[in-house]
């Protein structure tokens, strides 16, 4: 056989035995397994950051029976980071002599705001409770945003009726700021102090020389200088409004938060001790027990945050309020705070507090009663016999009278 005739015969044995190779290892592969490709996952696009979707509530460990079980969940449209609700404009309605400006009100159902602007930071709560009102809030910027962004979300915020920023318009971005961190607001009322004239809480404010409808109109003004607070307090830029808060004319301004479904704050004298005139008490009403800043001194302020913490031992909570809004009040507020649950005090909202109890009014002494004669030492008394009764007697006739014998006469 010619050299190029093996040549070729030996390439085409190569190939059988290659051939024959691969389809061995074919065999003991087996047929070839089908590929699945997995269809593309659709995550469902995040909330908007400041909206937070209702949620199932939940237990916290430890809780004691007959506490809440849970933290009531937050309603659709309430803000990422707090329970505090917007404004609704359900609860709201136009005020008479502002133009464009709106008052609070009773919504549908009975929902007020007392209720709907109410914060829920620190509840439920557990063993004593302490709550602080911070005032000022709004008059100046740069400490009223690091009162919000500092301080814990439980602590409430007395927002001034005279803050620039609602004179701008678009309102106030602070507002929705508190909200966002927590913060429940209240509405500081400009009333007649006890120092008037020397001490002036403002042009707007409310006194015992105005004539009522002049009150009224600037209760109508302060009450709608902003929304979404759960009621007012007559703590404004370290004034109590004493003379007017004390003055019968007070009953307007009461009547008329019933009527709107807000709470009112009794910040009382700078002493602590909160007077209680009529008109000042009932479920709608809280009392400070303290203030915290009458001395403007960190050694001071700690001193009465400390007392404040001794009254909640004693009886199960106080309420402490704080103004006007300084620096020194914020750091000391803000270091207080971070070790109060290690003491087993829980920080709340004011709103959160109990309201004060009714008066009880001790009954009419009635008189003693006779104590009843025990059955083995009765004496069984057995009732008088009859006694007929007698005929009624005559009329009894007088004796006639004899005339006295005649005088004797003498001899003739």
């Known amino acids: 056989m010619r050299p190029a005739a093996r040549a070729l015969a030996g390439l085409w044995l190569l190939l059988l035995l290659l051939a024959g190779g691969g389809a061995a290892v074919l065999q003991l592969l087996g047929p070839p397994r089908p590929v699945h490709v ?11 950051p400041a909206v937070r979707a209702a949620a199932p509530p939940t237990t916290p460990p430890g809780t004691p029976p007959g506490m809440p079980s849970a933290v009531p969940p937050a309603p659709a449209g309430v803000e990422e980071a707090s329970l505090v609700a917007p404004p609704d404009p359900a609860l709201s309605e136009p005020a008479s002599d502002f133009l464009s400006r709106l008052l609070p009100r009773i919504g549908p159902g009975g929902l007020t705001p007392a209720r709907a602007y109410a914060s829920h930071a620190g509840l439920p709560a557990h063993g004593p409770q302490v709550a602080v009102m911070l005032e000022d809030i709004g008059l100046a910027e740069e400490t009223t945003d690091e009162a919000i962004e500092q301080l814990p ?6 927002v001034s009726p005279y803050a620039p920023a609602f004179d ?24 007649e102090p006890a120092g008037s004239p020397l001490d002036d809480e403002g042009a707007q404010s409310l006194s015992t020389s105005n004539d009522l409808e002049v009150d009224r109109r600037a209760l109508e003004w302060s009450l709608s200088r902003c929304q979404g607070y759960v009621g007012v307090t ?20 009461t009547a008329a938060l019933a009527q709107r479904g807000l709470l009112y704050l009794d910040a009382g004298g700078l002493s602590g001790v909160p007077a209680d005139p009529p008109g000042r008490s009932g479920p709608g009403v809280r009392h400070a027990d303290l203030t915290l800043d009458e001395q403007p001194d960190a050694a001071d302020i700690e001193a009465r945050l400390s007392r404040l913490e001794q009254l909640a031992r004693d009886h199960g909570s106080a309420l402490g309020v704080a103004g006007p809004l300084r620096p020194v009040v914020i750091e000391r507020l803000r270091a207080w705070s971070r070790h109060l ?25 009635a008189p003693p009663a006779v104590p009843p004669v025990p059955a083995a030492i009765a004496v069984p008394v057995t009732p008088p016999a009859a006694t007929p009764t007698p005929a009624p007697a005559a009329p009894a006739v007088p004796a006639p009278v004899s005339a006295p014998p005649p005088f004797p006469r003498g001899p003739p």
């Open 38 to 48: 997995a269809a593309p996952v659709h995550l469902p696009a995040p909330a908007h």
């Open 153 to 158: 979300a439980a602590i409430s915020l007395g």
């Open 168 to 191: 701008l318009p678009g309102m106030a971005d602070f507002l929705q700021a508190a909200r966002r961190a927590g913060h429940e607001t209240w509405l500081s009322l400009p009333m």
């Open 234 to 253: 007559n703590a404004l830029s370290g004034l109590r409004g004493e003379r007017f808060a004390g003055s019968s004319a007070f009953a307007m301004v």
């Open 341 to 365: 649950a290690a003491r087993g005090i829980t920080l709340v909202p004011v709103s959160a507090l109990p309201p004060p109890a009714a008066p009880v009014t001790a009954p009419l002494a």
